[in-house]
């Protein structure tokens, strides 16, 4: 598992957290999955939002569009799209889609992906993001077990999310 993918699982785990209302953009996820059409919802609260950006180091920023099945934080059916940005180039991404209520099993790349940015603005603690992804993803049913070639989910979705600043 690749640290971009580590970041995604732990932005997962955390549940992500959003600012308070006022700020609306379209802040959804739409495509398909597996040859279906499917929409995500990104949850927000309050206090912050599935869709965010964290600084690793100055001049690196992670960035984290996470969707759910309903418009409320669960496991069972996020899609969760996580990329670096180095100096204001885009790196790759990392993709995962959960269909059960746990971690594992799951899809995912095993490799880094290429992403297409349409927008990326970043203003102090928010930003917006634009973009799409299109690729395959394997199963992976455990943590000790390799990328499942045999058992794959094409997926292509785009996004368009308000970015909220996470502090870890």
Same mark, same amino acid.
């Given at each position: %598992?690749?640290? $971009?993918? !580590?970041?995604?699982?732990?932005?997962?785990?955390?549940?992500?957290?959003?600012?308070? =209302?006022?700020?609306?953009? =379209?802040?959804?996820?739409?495509? *398909?999955?597996?040859?279906?059409?499917? @929409?995500?919802?990104?949850?927000?609260?309050? #206090?912050?939002?599935?869709?965010?950006?964290? @600084?690793?180091?100055?001049? %690196?920023?992670?960035?984290?569009? $996470?969707?759910?099945?309903?418009? !409320?934080?669960?496991? $069972?059916?996020?899609?969760?799209?996580?990329?670096?940005?180095?100096?204001?180039? *885009?790196?790759? =991404?990392?993709?995962? &889609?959960?269909?059960?209520?746990?971690?594992?099993?799951? &899809?995912?790349?095993? $490799?880094?992906?290429?992403?297409? /940015?349409?927008?990326?603005?970043?203003?102090?603690?928010?930003? !917006?993001?634009?973009? !799409?992804?299109? *690729?395959?993803?394997?199963?992976? =049913?455990?943590?000790? @077990?390799?990328?499942?070639?045999?058992?794959? %989910?094409? /997926?292509?979705?785009?996004?368009?999310?308000?970015?909220?600043?996470? #502090?870890?």
């Amino acid at each position: %598992m690749t640290k $971009q993918q !580590r970041l995604g699982m732990s932005s997962l785990l955390l549940g992500g957290l959003m600012w308070g =209302a006022g700020h609306v953009v =379209a802040d959804e996820i739409s495509g *398909t999955l597996d040859g279906e059409p499917k @929409e995500w919802h990104i949850v927000t609260h309050s #206090e912050g939002s599935t869709a965010n950006f964290s @600084e690793l180091m100055p001049g %690196m920023v992670n960035v984290t569009v $996470q969707g759910h099945r309903e418009p !409320r934080f669960e496991t $069972q059916g996020t899609l969760s799209i996580s990329f670096i940005v180095m100096n204001g180039d *885009t790196g790759d =991404a990392s993709v995962s &889609y959960f269909p059960e209520s746990g971690m594992l099993p799951h &899809y995912g790349t095993e $490799q880094d992906v290429p992403i297409e /940015i349409a927008l990326l603005e970043i203003d102090g603690d928010t930003g !917006r993001v634009k973009g !799409r992804v299109a *690729t395959s993803l394997a199963y992976v =049913a455990s943590m000790t @077990e390799e990328h499942d070639h045999s058992n794959t %989910m094409g /997926i292509d979705v785009s996004f368009d999310a308000t970015l909220v600043r996470e #502090e870890y």
